[in-house]
């Protein structure tokens, strides 16, 4: 371009685009004008051009034309736009920038939060103006609840029937009125209905995992009780209550809510409102009560399921008689103590409660005696604890549901029978009053096909009796848990002497129940798995003893349960391992709580306590080829027309089919041979397989059999009804029922026999697998060794006669059983006698403890010493606490 067409420099603007031109400039000079120009100011002083100045003096001229903004109306960013204008909801901020211009000012978060209260104030008002207050009367009226046989036809109509009397505010004891005050809602007589603090504080609590107790005021628990039917715990139904609450406490006085709310709460055992409370518990009218009986029943009101004296397990395991009395007690005072704090009672005669005030025992409606109060306590116990409707047991009290249990009205009635008859036949408190005093039997049947428990005897009558004796009775089972020992012989298999006490399935052998050979000597010396003598803590050793004091020598597992023999087992069980038996039991159906947490060698002889139920679904695991199934009562419970619950059926393989079928085989000849404990329960052309038990003290006995189709548990024991005796305890039956002594094989068995054989008449015969087999190795054990071959008459110059017979070679009478003729192998009263018994037996029937040295594996060397004085010791005939002998 030529020279005389270049423009003159121009007068510059300021701002950016100058301190852009600027930066433009060579950074050797930074700021300095172009050489040969001046620079002029887009600022006009005294009306002359002020010449640019770099980039300081741009920075200044901006700062005059309006803070970050340029001249000409350009912004920081060089960008054209309009001056901001403030708007009424000023966000994001006019005048800000950056993340300032995302943070609401004070005025908005005020006003808003104003905003939101005002809206809040004229929906609850909306909301308080547009809700109704239900009346009382439509919701006091309860139905009953209907249970079914498992035929459909109906069993009874009972359990939601109120017991209700409504009295007066003047018939109320101020002393009950303080009483709940004091525990629920001390500011009652000031609040408006509703207790925000409490809210809040149930809420805060609520969220801390802990309970939730003081969200709600007297006043909302009687509009709960009485004026709304919907129970659940949504966010709707907690809104309605509180605005129905407020409109209460504006239109009634706080006496009427004390009244109502008094008179509509539930006190447990089906009584409804103080008067039924007062009467149910203290058999007295609700103006009698003192300050201690009202903190009793104010107490109930938190829970009747877990602070009734007389417990309620057949709701919650937990709630057994002694830890309710002891909450029950701890609650009771603490009311005493508030009321004093509060001023509503007078310090000196709260010294005067010392004790808790005696409570009356339950009692049963008249619908609910015989059987049918057992079975209804029974399925209701099962709906509550299986339901995931939330339904409780209080929900049942105020009825409406229709109940449908798996119970055969034939088979009840048939098992009922059973027991009747032996009584009559056999027991006689007037007669003998000092042995067939307290005698109770207990039963269950269970089919294993499906779980579902058909018939239970809970005792003589429901009304009378209120233990139910098929469930936990706390009697020991003894011997009928020895087929959890060999099932777990048989899929656990036995430990290596020469490895740890813990070993996996690789180093541990199978065992096979006619193969192997235990020590069945009386008085056998128990010891761990490697050999070493079991001590217990003291440091004392332990001499098992057989019922009887039978001595069996070497003997196969098979004829040791034939015969109920007890040392093979017990030190089986030791081989084994306690905890893997525990696991064996468990696996088939038992309950892990009703299982003692010892670990002593009597562990095998059934010194646990599960129910008769229990055992005849844990039999009925077997029966069923190792699928264990639980035991239920209720198939499925509709309430107004809408199923709310069904039993889902749920099958586990807990045991290798052949495993259990050879568990089976084995309780088999416990009934087939003439010799085994169980031939009293034979049933005519069917198979039946079963086991005796007889514990420590001949205080309990039991007989639990199965056929293909039905496992039944029958238990029998001597303990006092009146729980008023706080030391009851189970009793010796000796000479009871005019026998010297009671085992499992007498009236347990009998009436085992007697029911099976009416509940079966008509049913179809089945049998129950033929099992192969156990692929398991021949094991000795308590001492025993192999045998010896017996020399041949004649000398043999060839290797290949054998002069005895192998295990494996040997015949049977079916796979697994043993053979008739006379083997060392298979028939014990061949005389075999492995291992040394050398030591002297000195103290004869003594207590089974020694104080000798150890001994090597194999022998029983040493003088067994010590003793009480009884046999088998602990102070009883039959092996005190390592005992249990059978019959």
């Given at each position: 371009?030529?020279?005389?067409?270049?423009?003159?420099p121009?007068?510059?603007?300021?701002?950016r685009?100058a301190?852009?031109?600027?930066?433009?400039q060579?950074?050797?000079?930074?700021?300095a004008?172009p050489?040969?120009a001046?620079?002029a100011?887009?600022?006009?002083?005294?009306?002359?051009?002020?010449p640019y100045?770099?980039?300081?003096?741009a920075r200044?001229?901006?700062?005059?034309?309006?803070?970050?903004?340029?001249?000409g109306g350009?912004?920081?960013a060089g960008?054209?736009?309009?001056?901001?204008?403030k708007?009424?909801?000023?966000?994001?901020?006019?005048?800000?920038y950056?993340w300032r211009?995302?943070?609401?000012?004070?005025?908005?978060?005020?006003?808003?939060?104003l905003?939101f209260?005002?809206?809040?104030?004229?929906?609850?008002?909306?909301?308080?103006?547009?809700?109704?207050v239900p009346?009382?009367?439509?919701i006091?009226?309860?139905?009953?609840?209907?249970?079914?046989?498992d035929?459909?036809?109906?069993?009874?109509?009972?359990?939601?029937?109120?017991?209700?009397?409504?009295?007066g505010?003047?018939?109320?004891?101020?002393?009950?009125?303080?009483?709940?005050?004091?525990?629920?809602?001390?500011t009652?007589?000031?609040?408006?209905?509703?207790?925000?603090?409490?809210?809040?504080r149930?809420l805060?609590?609520?969220?801390?995992?802990?309970?939730?107790?003081g969200?709600?005021?007297?006043?909302?628990?009687?509009?709960?009780?009485?004026?709304?039917?919907?129970?659940?715990?949504?966010?709707?139904?907690?809104?309605k209550?509180?605005?129905i609450?407020?409109k209460?406490?504006?239109?009634?006085?706080?006496s009427?809510?004390m009244?109502?709310?008094?008179?509509?709460?539930f006190?447990?055992?089906?009584?409804?409102?103080i008067q039924?409370?007062?009467?149910?518990y203290?058999?007295?009218?609700?103006?009698?009560?003192?300050?201690?009986?009202?903190?009793v029943?104010?107490?109930?009101?938190?829970?009747?399921t877990?602070?009734?004296?007389?417990?309620?397990?057949?709701?919650?395991?937990?709630?057994?008689?002694?830890?309710?009395?002891e909450?029950?007690?701890?609650?009771?005072g603490w009311?005493?103590d508030?009321?004093?704090?509060?001023?509503?009672?007078?310090?000196?005669?709260r010294?005067?409660?010392?004790?808790?005030p005696?409570?009356?025992k339950?009692?049963?409606?008249?619908?609910l005696?015989?059987?049918?109060g057992?079975?209804?306590?029974?399925?209701?116990?099962n709906?509550?604890?299986?339901?995931?409707?939330?339904?409780?047991?209080?929900?049942l009290?105020k009825g409406g549901?229709?109940?449908?249990?798996t119970?055969d009205?034939k088979?009840?009635?048939?098992?009922?029978k059973a027991v009747?008859?032996?009584?009559d036949?056999?027991?006689?408190p007037?007669?003998?009053p000092k042995?067939?005093t307290?005698?109770?039997?207990?039963?269950?049947?269970?089919?294993?096909?499906?779980?579902q428990?058909?018939a239970?005897?809970?005792?003589?009558?429901?009304t009378?009796?209120?233990?139910?004796?098929?469930?936990?009775t706390?009697?020991q089972?003894g011997s009928?848990?020895?087929p959890f020992?060999?099932?777990?012989?048989m899929?656990?298999?036995?430990r290596?002497?020469?490895?740890?006490?813990?070993?996996?399935?690789?180093?541990?052998?199978?065992?096979d129940?006619?193969k192997?050979?235990y020590?069945?000597?009386?008085?056998?010396?128990i010891?761990?798995?490697?050999?070493s003598?079991?001590?217990?803590?003291?440091?004392k050793?332990w001499l098992?003893?057989?019922?009887g004091?039978?001595n069996?020598?070497?003997?196969?597992?098979r004829e040791a349960?034939?015969?109920?023999?007890?040392s093979?087992y017990?030190q089986?069980g030791?081989?084994?391992g306690?905890p893997?038996?525990?696991?064996?039991?468990?696996?088939?159906?038992?309950?892990?709580?009703s299982?003692t947490?010892?670990n002593?060698?009597?562990?095998?002889?059934g010194?646990?306590?599960p129910?008769a139920?229990r055992?005849?679904?844990?039999?009925g695991?077997?029966?069923?080829?190792?699928?264990?199934?639980?035991?239920?009562?209720?198939?499925?419970?509709?309430?107004?027309?809408?199923k709310?619950?069904?039993?889902?059926e749920?099958?586990?393989?807990?045991?290798?089919e052949?495993?259990?079928?050879?568990v089976?085989?084995?309780?088999?000849?416990?009934?087939?041979?003439?010799?085994?404990?169980g031939?009293?329960?034979?049933?005519?052309?069917?198979?039946?397989?079963?086991?005796?038990?007889t514990?420590d003290?001949?205080k309990?006995?039991?007989?639990?059999?199965?056929?293909?189709?039905?496992?039944?548990?029958?238990?029998?024991?001597r303990?006092?009804?009146?729980e008023?005796?706080?030391?009851r305890?189970?009793?010796?039956?000796?000479?009871?029922g005019?026998?010297?002594?009671i085992h499992?094989?007498?009236?347990?068995?009998?009436?085992?026999q007697?029911?099976?054989?009416?509940?079966l008449?008509?049913?179809?015969i089945?049998?129950?697998?033929?099992?192969?087999?156990?692929?398991?190795?021949?094991?000795?054990?308590g001492g025993a060794?192999?045998?010896?071959?017996?020399?041949s008459?004649?000398?043999?110059?060839?290797?290949?006669?054998?002069?005895?017979?192998?295990?494996?070679?040997s015949p049977?009478k079916?796979?697994?059983?043993?053979?008739?003729?006379?083997?060392p192998?298979?028939?014990?009263?061949?005389?075999?006698?492995g291992?040394?018994?050398?030591?002297?037996?000195?103290?004869?029937?003594?207590?089974?403890?020694?104080?000798?040295?150890?001994?090597?594996?194999?022998?029983d060397g040493g003088?067994?010493?010590?003793?009480?004085?009884?046999?088998?010791?602990?102070?009883?005939?039959?092996?005190?606490?390592?005992?249990g002998?059978?019959?």
């Open positions: 371009m030529s020279e005389h067409r270049r423009k003159p121009q007068p510059q603007g300021g701002g685009a301190a852009r031109r600027a930066a433009q060579p950074s050797g000079r930074r700021g004008p050489r040969g001046a620079s100011s887009s600022s006009v002083s005294h009306g002359e051009e002020r100045g770099g980039r300081a003096a200044r001229a901006a700062q005059r034309a309006g803070g970050r903004r340029g001249a350009h912004d920081v960008r054209r736009g309009v001056p901001g204008k708007r009424l909801i000023d966000y994001p901020r006019h005048d800000k950056g211009r995302w943070v609401p000012s004070w005025k908005l978060v005020t006003g808003l939060f905003g209260l005002a809206s809040l104030m004229v929906a609850g008002t909306i909301a308080y103006a547009m809700v109704g009346e009382p009367a439509k006091a009226g309860a139905q009953n609840n209907v249970y079914y046989w035929d459909g036809s109906q069993m009874v109509a009972t359990g939601g029937e109120v017991n209700r009397q409504i009295v505010i003047g018939q109320i004891p101020g002393d009950m009125q303080n009483a709940v005050i004091s525990a629920e809602n001390k009652f007589r000031k609040d408006s209905g509703i207790d925000p603090m409490g809210i809040g149930a805060f609590n609520m969220a801390r995992g802990e309970q939730t107790q969200g709600s005021t007297i006043t909302q628990q009687y509009v709960k009780n009485a004026r709304l039917n919907n129970q659940d715990q949504t966010l709707s139904r907690k809104f209550e509180l605005f609450s407020m209460i406490d504006s239109e009634m006085e706080k009427e809510i009244a109502g709310y008094l008179n509509t709460s006190y447990g055992r089906g009584a409804y409102g039924a409370a007062a009467r149910t203290f058999d007295k009218d609700a103006k009698q009560l003192n300050a201690s009986e009202c903190a029943l104010a107490s109930l009101l938190k829970g009747a877990y602070f009734d004296p007389a417990g309620a397990t057949a709701i919650d395991s937990t709630a057994t008689k002694e830890a309710n009395t909450r029950l007690r701890k609650r009771w009311i005493l508030e009321m004093v704090k509060d001023g509503h009672l007078e310090p000196a005669e010294q005067k409660y010392t004790e808790l005696t409570v009356q339950p009692r049963k409606n008249a619908q005696s015989g059987q049918i057992y079975l209804v306590d029974l399925a209701k116990a709906f509550v604890n299986k339901n995931t409707e939330g339904i409780t047991a209080e929900d009290t549901y229709e109940i449908h249990t119970f009205k088979k009840v009635a048939e098992l009922e009747k008859k032996v009584i036949e056999n027991i006689d007037k007669k003998r042995t067939d307290h005698v109770q039997f207990g039963g269950a049947s269970v089919d294993p096909r499906t779980g428990i058909v239970i005897y809970g005792g003589e009558d429901a009378k009796h209120f233990t139910n004796n098929a469930d936990a706390g009697a089972v009928t848990f020895k020992v060999l099932a777990a012989a899929r656990d298999g036995v290596d002497p020469e490895l740890g006490a813990e070993q996996g399935a690789d180093t541990r052998r199978i065992v129940p006619d192997s050979r020590n069945g000597k009386n008085k056998l010396k010891r761990n798995w490697d050999g003598i079991w001590q217990n803590e003291e440091g050793e098992q003893t057989n019922d004091q039978e069996y020598g070497n003997i196969s597992l349960m034939i015969h109920s023999a007890n093979p017990v089986l030791m081989d084994i306690i893997q038996v525990r696991e064996a039991a468990i696996d088939a159906g038992l309950l892990e709580s299982l947490k010892s002593v060698p009597s562990f095998s002889l010194i646990s306590e129910s139920i055992m005849a679904g844990a039999y695991t077997f029966a069923a080829e190792g699928e264990q199934r639980e035991p239920y009562s209720v198939k499925f419970v509709e309430h107004e027309g809408v709310v619950y069904e039993h889902e749920q099958a586990e393989q807990a045991f290798d052949n495993v259990a079928n050879n089976t085989d084995v309780l088999r000849d416990v009934v087939d041979d003439e010799e085994g404990t031939k009293n329960a034979r049933l005519p052309g069917r198979q039946v397989a079963g086991k005796t038990g514990t003290g001949n309990s006995a039991w007989f639990v059999g199965y056929t293909p189709q039905l496992s039944t548990a029958i238990d029998m024991y303990l006092d009804d009146n008023k005796n706080k030391k305890e189970f009793l010796e039956m000796y000479g009871t005019d026998q010297n002594k499992g094989a007498s009236f347990p068995s009998e009436i085992w007697d029911y099976m054989s009416k509940a008449k008509g049913a179809k089945m049998e129950f697998p033929e099992p192969e087999p156990i692929d398991g190795e021949a094991v000795f054990g060794v192999s045998p010896k071959p017996t020399p008459s004649s000398p043999s110059k060839s290797p290949s006669s054998s002069p005895s017979q192998s295990p494996s070679q049977s079916s796979p697994g059983r043993p053979s008739e003729s006379c083997n192998w298979e028939d014990w009263t061949c005389g075999v006698d291992g040394s018994s050398t030591g002297t037996d000195q103290g004869g029937d003594n207590g089974g403890v020694t104080t000798s040295p150890s001994t090597p594996p194999g022998s003088t067994d010493t010590g003793g009480n004085g009884n046999t088998g010791g602990n102070g009883n005939t039959g092996g005190g606490l390592f005992g002998s059978d019959g």
